[in-house]
C-alpha cells in the first residue's frame, strides 16, 4: 500500500499551462469545462473537485484565454474536453470551443470525456455536438457489461461519425475479474464502442479499497485478453503518473515491465521500467525519494 495518499498524486497541478488547461503531453491539450457529475464515483481520481480542496488551477477554463493557447501552440493535435463530466459543461462554453478549434488546422480531433451518458444515454445526447467538422471521440467510462443498456446502443447508432471508446478503472471488489472484463470488451464490440484504456486505479486518499497491485492488475488484464480474439482487444493495460502514461506490458519472475506509452517528456516514450510486481503505483523518483515506496 502506497505510505501516503493524496488528492493528486499524479501532479496534475504542475501540468496546468492556464487555469483548467493543461499541457502534459505535447500533442494534447486538456480542458477543464466542468466540475460536475451525474454521479460522483467513490473511486474518482479527482475528487479533489468535490473534497473541498480549493485549488486556483482546478477552475473551468476560460474559453477566449483557452482557444488563444491552443491557437499559439501548433503542436498541439488533439483537445480532450473533461472534468467533472464533459456533458455537464455549460453549453455555451462548449459551443464556444467548438467554434474556436474548428477554425484551427493543426487541430485533428476532439475527446468528450462522460460517464454520464452512460447513466442516462437520451438525456446526455442532447448535449453532444452535431454534425461538428473535426474528429469527434466519446470516451466513456464504463466498469462492467450489465451497464452497456440498449438506450445507450440506440445513441451510439444515431451518431454514425463519431467514434465511441471505452475506458475502465480495474477496481478491486467491483471488475476484477478476467471473464467480466472480456465480457465488456465483447459487449462494447457489439455496441460499436472500442476498448481503449484499462486503467490501474491512482491511489489518491479514499481510494484504498479499490486498489489492486500490478500484478493482480497484469493477471486480470492478461487473462481477459486471453479470452477475446485480436479485434475485441485492442485495449491497453496502463497508469498514468506524474512523468507519463505508462502501459504495464508484462510479468517476469517478481517483476512487472512497464513501457513509456506517452510521456512528458517526449524523449522517454518506448522506453522500459522494471518494478516491484506487489507494488500499486510506481513514478520516477524524485530526488532522495525510493521508487518502491
Request: aromatic share 10%; proline share 6%; hydrophobic share 35%.
Amino acid at each position: 500500500m502506497p505510505k501516503e495518499l493524496g488528492y493528486d498524486v499524479s501532479d496534475e497541478s504542475r501540468n496546468y499551462v492556464i487555469p483548467g488547461m493543461q499541457h502534459k503531453y505535447r500533442e494534447t491539450a486538456l480542458a477543464v469545462i466542468s466540475q460536475d457529475c451525474h454521479v460522483t464515483c467513490d473511486w474518482c481520481f479527482r475528487k479533489r473537485l468535490f473534497e473541498g480542496e480549493d485549488l486556483e488551477h482546478d477552475a473551468i477554463i476560460d474559453p477566449a484565454e483557452a482557444l488563444a493557447y491552443i491557437r499559439e501552440h501548433s503542436e498541439i493535435r488533439s483537445v480532450l474536453m473533461t472534468g467533472g463530466d464533459a456533458l455537464l459543461a455549460a453549453p455555451e462554453l462548449v459551443r464556444e470551443m467548438l467554434d474556436g478549434i474548428a477554425e484551427m488546422k493543426h487541430i485533428h480531433n476532439v475527446r468528450f470525456g462522460t460517464r454520464a451518458l452512460v447513466h442516462d444515454p437520451y438525456f446526455y445526447a442532447a448535449r453532444l455536438p452535431n454534425h461538428y467538422c473535426k474528429t469527434v471521440y466519446v470516451v466513456l467510462h464504463i466498469l462492467r457489461p450489465e451497464e452497456l443498456r440498449e438506450p445507450l446502443r440506440d445513441v451510439v447508432d444515431s451518431f454514425p461519425r463519431y467514434q465511441f471508446l471505452v475506458q475502465t478503472p480495474l477496481l478491486r471488489g467491483i471488475n476484477d475479474d478476467s471473464q467480466l472484463l472480456a465480457d465488456l470488451w465483447h459487449k462494447c464490440c457489439e455496441f460499436r464502442i472500442k476498448p481503449y484504456y484499462v486503467f490501474q486505479c491512482r491511489p489518491v486518499k479514499g481510494n484504498e479499497k479499490y486498489l489492486l497491485t500490478f500484478k493482480e492488475g497484469h493477471e486480470i488484464f492478461a487473462g481477459a485478453q486471453n479470452r477475446c480474439t485480436g479485434v475485441v482487444k485492442p485495449a491497453r493495460y496502463v497508469m498514468s503518473s506524474r512523468s507519463g502514461k505508462w502501459e504495464i506490458v508484462g510479468r517476469d519472475s517478481g517483476e512487472i515491465i512497464l513501457r513509456c506509452h506517452q510521456g512528458a517528456d517526449p524523449n522517454m516514450a518506448g522506453t522500459l521500467r522494471r518494478v516491484s510486481a506487489n507494488l500499486h503505483w510506481w513514478d520516477l523518483p524524485r530526488p532522495h525519494e525510493n521508487p518502491d515506496s
